[in-house]
């Protein structure tokens, strides 16, 4: 079973190089095309002539709002806004990808995080210490792809209509100064900023309490604009989104105990206050 996971993880990561490649050689065609050199195309895109060759040799995940611009320059006709979804999800790691695709619908957003920051709550400068850490070492180009790809997530805070958005934390994760004091710092500033937000609600369990549901293991629960209620679980790179109500509906459950347990939202951020005014 391992060596069969290996094998579809190892042909998913090819299928997103593959889309990223595909992506890139339409780019360059309608370029041409149009008579406009790698130069002339950065210069009306806001993009150098470098990242473009990277674009066109899919080396580098262009951004949606590249892929709308490029394809009104280029007077493409839609082909390349036809391939925006899948370039997109070319930018998470395999074992992720479907998690991104629903997160993108969803509604409601409930997560519990154990190890760091939950990734649609953390900073540019933490999400990269995160994947700086990653075992095994990750190529520079693949830590900024990453790392863009969770700042794109947060769109999901600007979202209209907005979603209801929580999130139980492990105070032991707020202790740990991931990429050092300064980004820590900002780290902490961002939650207190986004946990005051009217649909976000931000609790921390803290490591005082006797009784704690969620020992198990973090996860996610999620509810689509279609009403489907899914939850994803994700240990060393080895995921699985559960659809099965069973198995949602006992998450579920998990997570309701948590929210019980740990403190309130303005407990927490008061919590949050206090540790960054002890250092």
Known sequence: MEEQRQQVDGWEQEAGAGILHVFGRQLKLCRERAGLDRAELG???GYSASTIASFEQGRRIPPPKFIDNADELLDAGGLLKAGKEEVARAQYPAFFRDAARLEAQAIELHVYGTRAVPGV?????YARA???MWRPLLDAEVIEQRVAARMARKDIFARRPAPHLTFVIDEGVLHRPLGGEAVWRGQMEH????GEQRNVELQ????????????????TLMETKD???IAYTEVQGDSHVHTERGKVRELEAVYGSLRAQ???PVESLSLIEKLLGER
């Open 130 to 132: 995160v994947c700086v």
């Open 43 to 45: 210069s009306r895109a």
């Open 204 to 219: 921390v369990m803290p490591l005082s309490r006797k009784e704690h549901a969620g020992l198990a293991g973090p996860f």
């Open 191 to 194: 939650l207190l900023l986004t």
């Open 227 to 229: 009403e489907r209620r």
């Open 262 to 264: 740990a403190l309130t």
């Open 121 to 125: 709550l953390q900073t540019e400068e």
